[in-house]
């Protein structure tokens, strides 16, 4: 066969012009639908659990990350007890298991798009099983008057204390320390987010000042001397009718810091509360907009990335997104996939 020169061209360009290092994500079956998309293993049963944003919080579940995955239910399916605009439309859950509770811990977002009056909400199960969440309301709250904005939260463990990262657009991502006693405190009804998040010493992880401000979706994770913050940069909003222009939608970023805290730059030594952020991963092929994103320790595989994405052939819209997962590599203590 012979190929035309136009065509041999075009094809060299696409090899120098695209990412070409960006790996597929690995096999996924079964329904491999998932938005913002929460990763957590069950080890009663060695079951794997996904959660994702979708009118509501849908629960996925699979003896492997590659499947077959498939859809158990909704968690929280009658909204959320906080009495507040979005209860009936929760996002963004993150969930976790509570050593001192002995529980499973999700939080929550309820809000609506284009609002900074948000509220973090707190649900815990003892198995994660659909009908089993018990809902103890909010921990945590942003009016329209905050510098930034209470949703996509993502519990993590710093030298041994609990603490909250979130936010989206305006100044970027935060954290927040959580009390010790927060499940006492939720418990005995105390009701009011001082008691569990302890706002003066709000630190402040990552902005950005260029473009639209448009940086969501904090995860943080630790490995060996460091803490990595991965990020969605870019607009989440894409459609085949409003298409951002190359290269504005979503991709994946991260930095890193040695107490977790704060002091985050990226690979050029850059702070990431001024624009700094390293790509980890961007569109490619036929995969696009990758966002939503996470970190897992797998017995298998590691530290394995995930996220969502949606497949240039089969669709833009949230509805059509995919789950993608891949082993993160190490390189000069960054990550890599
Ligand atoms: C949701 O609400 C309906 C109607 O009030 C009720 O019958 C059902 O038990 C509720 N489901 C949950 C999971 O709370
Ligand atoms: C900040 O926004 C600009 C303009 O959209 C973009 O080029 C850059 O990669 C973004 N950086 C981060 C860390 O989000």
């Known amino acids: 066969m012979k190929l035309p020169f136009s065509y041999i061209l075009n094809l060299l360009l696409t090899l120098l012009t695209t990412n070409p290092h960006f790996p597929n994500p690995n096999p996924c079956t079964g329904d491999c639908w998932t938005h913002e998309p929460g990763l957590i293993s069950r080890p009663s049963d060695n079951q794997y659990f996904r959660f994702a944003t979708g009118s509501g919080i849908h629960i996925h579940s699979a003896p492997s990350l590659s499947g077959p995955w498939k859809s158990v239910g909704e968690a929280l399916s009658n909204g959320s007890v906080i009495d507040h605009q979005g209860r009936r439309n929760l996002w963004a859950p993150d969930v976790h298991y509570d050593t001192s509770t002995n529980m499973y811990h999700m939080y929550y977002t309820v809000s609506t798009i284009g609002s900074r009056d948000s509220v973090i909400g707190l649900a815990s199960s003892p198995d994660?099983?659909?009908?089993?969440?018990?809902?103890?309301?909010?921990?945590?709250?942003?009016?329209?008057?905050?510098?930034?904005?209470?949703?996509?939260?993502?519990?993590?463990?710093?030298?041994?204390?609990?603490?909250?990262?979130?936010?989206?657009?305006?100044?970027?991502?935060?954290?927040?320390?959580?009390?010790l006693s927060l499940m006492k405190d939720l418990k005995e009804g105390t009701g009011g987010l001082a008691t569990h998040a302890v706002q003066d010493a709000l630190s402040h992880l990552a902005s950005n000042a260029t473009g639209h401000h448009r940086i969501e979706a904090p995860f943080l994770f630790q490995h060996r001397r460091w803490y990595y913050l991965l990020l969605s940069s870019g607009r989440a909003d894409a459609s085949e009718k409003n298409l951002p222009a190359q290269g504005e939608e979503n991709r994946i970023m991260v930095c890193r810091s040695k107490n977790g805290r704060g002091e985050f730059v990226d690979k050029d030594g850059k702070s990431c509360r001024e624009s700094g952020g390293t790509t980890l991963l961007a569109s490619h092929d036929a995969i696009f907009g990758p966002g939503g994103q996470g970190v897992i320790e797998d017995k298998e595989y590691g530290l394995v990335l995930y996220y969502h994405y949606a497949d240039r052939s089969l669709g833009l819209s949230t509805e059509q997104y995919r789950f993608g997962w891949n082993v993160l590599r190490w390189e000069d203590d960054w990550p890599v996939v």
């Open 128 to 179: 994660m099983a659909p009908e089993s969440w018990t809902d103890h309301g909010a921990v945590f709250r942003s009016t329209n008057n905050d510098r930034y904005n209470a949703v996509d939260s993502n519990w993590v463990r710093i030298h041994g204390k609990p603490y909250l990262n979130f936010g989206s657009s305006w100044d970027g991502l935060f954290q927040v320390p959580l009390s």
